[in-house]
């Protein structure tokens, strides 16, 4: 980080000018105005940033707007934010609500809180334990995902897709309840136009149809098509209208 950045705060009621900075942080209620570059920007009180955003470490824990776009190395929403542009991060986790109008381009994403976005999703890999609605495209190497909400995907694509019941357990712990109260409740469910990947199982998963070379079905599945290449298990308590062997 090179010495001569200035670093700001804003604790009260204020504006600051955007531009280069080593840290940036808000904990009352403040507004940057124009673009912003920084090293660290940290927002646990109310923000606006009425430009883009280029990061190394973006912190949510308060109300942040963003009016542009957010590049960033890894970005962190355990409050509330909402991007009027396109996400580009390497590291995306939400334990809190996020919003982005445009599209999100990452490496790794972890949701346990909600996350909507308005075109598509891309990453390598993506897991979820809370819920999602993804207007456009999710697609990842790897889609894990355990419901603890409504879920929602225009398409689903990927190497290994795997959406089961329930929640992820961290040190023991069943996050079932607290991630329903971040997806607004509701039963726990996927529902999608298509999936496509090598190797596919769902549980709970509404969708027009699914390809794949490996495919098992769980309870709770209502799919309209199946097209696989190898191999498919069906349970007693998913639902198939026709499914074909290419």
């Known amino acids: 980080m090179s010495e001569d950045r200035r670093s700001a705060s804003l604790s009260g009621a204020g504006k600051l000018s955007g531009g280069d900075y080593a840290r940036v942080s808000i904990s009352g209620a403040g507004k940057i105005t124009g673009d912003l570059k920084a090293e660290e920007l940290r927002i646990s009180g109310a923000g606006k940033v009425e430009g883009n955003v280029e990061a190394t470490q973006v912190s949510v824990s308060g109300g942040a ?3 542009g776009s957010v590049v ?3 970005m962190s929403v355990s409050g509330a934010a909402r991007i009027g542009g396109d996400a580009k991060v390497k590291e995306l986790k939400c334990s809190g609500t996020f919003r982005v109008t445009g599209s999100v381009a990452a490496e790794y994403v ?5 996350i909507h976005v308005g075109g598509d999703l891309e990453s390598e890999i993506f897991k979820a334990s809370g819920g999602f609605t993804i207007e456009g495209l999710l697609s990842a190497d790897k889609v ?17 897709i ?9 040190r023991g712990i069943l996050f079932d309840g607290l991630v329903r109260m971040f997806s607004g409740g509701g039963l726990a469910e996927l529902k999608a136009s298509s999936i496509e990947g090598d190797d596919v199982e769902l549980e709970e998963t509404t969708a027009d149809a699914v390809r794949g070379k490996r495919i098992k079905l769980g309870p709770g599945c209502h799919i309209g098509t199946v097209e696989y290449s190898e191999t498919i298990e069906v349970h007693a308590g998913a639902k198939v209208d026709k ?3 290419t």
Not at 110 to 114: E, L, P, R, T
Not at 149 to 157: L, T, V
Not at 163 to 170: K, M, P, Q, T, V
């Open 72 to 74: 960033a190395d890894e």
């Open 243 to 245: 499914q074909t062997k």
């Open 144 to 160: 894990e995902v355990r419901l603890g909400g409504k879920c929602s995907a225009r398409e689903i694509g990927g190497e290994k």
């Open 65 to 67: 707007s963003f009016a």
């Open 110 to 114: 972890k949701v346990s809180g909600h």
């Open 162 to 170: 795997e959406i089961l019941r329930g929640g992820f357990r961290e």
